[in-house]
């Protein structure tokens, strides 16, 4: 008997897997027509009034009959009892496997990396996976309390699940490689906003970032992290959109040799999660020029903020640091500063600024 019964719930699953969610929806459609004709011949007036019907076929259709609205005449019981319970049960078992699969196939393809996110627009991608290093990315990402609410896509090729499904901010992606277009395509490449690349090796870096600074917008952002130099200059040479970033290891241990604390101070300036950080703000462009001096008081008395330097585009590759109090500031420049939270454009009073 146990071996008949695994039998028929192995051929009802087979079915519902090759049955369409139309073909479910059109038959029970049918289902809910034939059933009103039906009653109407058998004068239940009652039950196929329009504003008690729906409510009378789901509550009789799926037994649970509170028993307000049933059949009066014999056809009419007849009809209930042959027709629609029997067969409406059975759709009724077809739509709830069929929900319970959908939501099951869901979830998996949301833990194994196999959803389409090309619906996505204005997101962040973070091409390949580090344990702890892009757990802390996505720490200190969500740390910016007034960063725009852009979904975090973490796109990955190595075989694995989901590492930040319990993150609501966080989705995930299994490519079959970092410079397929197809694969690319799947998470957006044309509509993200900010992108990190991160690979397994200094080679996947590389290659990844030359091919995506070829297919995102022109305002999207790359930022790449290489473990040594050497490929950063020729990357710089092909992609004027990539900024490059390498471990500064040596750098940090001879200035704090040289100057004790500068580490702390490099680790606060990176981190939003504790302590003033480094923001950037880029000046509109409906703003004339300035001053560096002009700037430079009115962000540390209107937000407590210190710029740092003044820089040309977008990747700091024309970065003045410290510049003169007379240096003239443009629209279109980027501001790098120090305060205790970012300082959004719409919060700075320009037209006092320039007066």
Not at 91 to 100: A, E, R
Not at 160 to 183: C, G, I, Q, R, W
């Amino acid at each position: 008997m146990s071996i008949l019964l695994k039998k028929l719930v192995l051929v009802v699953r087979t079915h519902i897997d090759k049955v369409s969610w139309q073909f479910v929806m059109l038959a029970v459609l049918g289902h809910l027509t034939l059933t009103w004709i039906m009653l109407v011949l058998a004068g239940e007036h009652e039950l196929t009034k329009a504003q008690h019907y729906i409510y009378y076929y789901i509550v009789t259709t799926s037994t649970v009959g509170y028993g307000d609205f049933s059949p009066t005449t014999d056809l009419g019981k007849w009809c209930v009892a042959l027709f629609q319970i029997p067969f409406g049960l059975a759709l009724f078992g077809v739509f709830l496997g069929k929900t319970g699969q959908s939501i099951t196939q869901t979830i998996k393809r949301s833990m194994t990396g196999e959803n389409n996110f090309s619906h996505f627009e204005d997101h962040i991608i973070i091409f390949g996976w580090h344990e702890t290093r892009t757990n802390k990315i996505i720490q200190h990402i969500l740390a910016d309390n007034k960063r725009l609410a852009r979904r975090i896509l973490l796109a990955v090729t190595d075989d694995m699940h989901h590492p930040f499904h319990n993150n609501p901010y966080v989705d995930f992606a299994k490519l079959t490689s970092f410079t397929d277009l197809a694969e690319l395509n799947r998470v957006a490449i044309g509509q993200a906003d900010k992108i990190i690349v991160d690979g397994t090796d200094d080679n996947q870096t590389f290659t990844t970032s030359l091919r995506v600074s070829k297919l995102v917008k022109p305002q999207c952002h790359i930022s790449a992290y290489f473990i040594d130099d050497s490929k950063i200059e020729m990357l710089r040479d092909h992609c004027k959109n990539v900024e490059c970033s390498s471990s500064k290891s040596a750098e940090i241990l001879v200035r704090s040799m040289q100057d004790p604390g500068s580490s702390r101070v490099q680790e606060e300036l990176l981190s939003t999660l504790y302590g003033d950080t480094q923001f950037s703000l880029v000046i509109p462009d409906t703003v004339s020029s300035l001053t560096f001096s002009s700037i430079f008081h009115y962000f540390k008395d209107k937000h407590d903020a210190i710029v740092l330097g003044v820089a040309h585009s977008r990747i700091a590759d024309q970065l003045e640091l410290n510049p003169p109090l007379g240096y003239t500031v443009n629209s279109g420049d980027i501001l790098h500063y120090i305060a205790p939270e970012r300082v959004l454009t719409d919060e700075v009073d320009w037209n006092n600024l320039t007066s």
